[in-house]
């Protein structure tokens, strides 16, 4: 699959949205990419998730961990295809950490999945669980990077769709300043 495969999919599946979105990271969108729109679907999810794991096939990868919640989804799948195991981090009290009895063994090499890729942030957090643990970081496999190429996690990160969205921090939005309200996350604005 190449990135035009990847949007194509995306805009079948109705993951690209239009209008005025308030992100995770807390900056404002005119653009949003609604994962589960396509992650619904497990033979997509499944076609994402083997090019992934297609892309560090090589890497000798022992563990895929991702972030709840869609990377919990890619890192399932990723796993699959590549014949290892998959776990995922969650929160405890607003810290990134591994529970239910997830473990990474010392020198194991981890493969770190996640779904859009804004500011990097959670994957950050997951990056420093699987260090505390010992682990070895070998990759980062994103399905959409719309930082504009901005986040380098200091590994070898795979992203199956660059997207270069503008985004801005909430008194430079222009949209906010036009009065535009928030478009709710599952519909097009329209």
């Known amino acids: 699959m190449n ?40 033979k997509y999810t499944e076609m994402l998730c083997q090019e992934l794991a297609k892309r560090y096939i090589n890497d000798q990868v022992e563990l895929v961990v991702g972030p709840m919640t869609g990377g919990i989804l890619l890192s399932h799948e990723v796993g699959k295809a590549l ?50 643990h010992g682990g070895e970081i070998v990759g980062v496999g994103l399905l959409v990077d719309r930082s504009g190429g901005k986040v380098d996690f200091g590994v070898r990160t795979e992203a199956l769709l660059h997207l270069d969205v503008t985004t801005y921090k909430a008194e430079d939005c222009p949209l906010c300043k036009e009065g535009v309200p928030f478009t709710k996350r599952g519909r097009t604005g329209k």
């Open 3 to 42: 990135e035009q495969d990847v949007m194509q999919l995306l805009e079948k599946t109705h993951a690209v949205l239009h209008g005025h979105f308030l992100l995770t990271s807390g900056l404002h969108s005119p653009m949003y990419v609604e994962k589960f729109n396509v992650l619904q679907h497990p």
């Open 83 to 132: 014949g290892t195991r998959a776990i995922f981090t969650e929160r405890d009290n607003g810290k990134m950490t591994l529970k239910r009895g997830f473990e990474i063994p010392q020198g194991c090499r981890v493969l770190i999945v996640e779904d859009i890729v804004t500011t990097g942030g959670s994957v950050k957090e997951v990056m420093d669980v699987v260090k505390e």
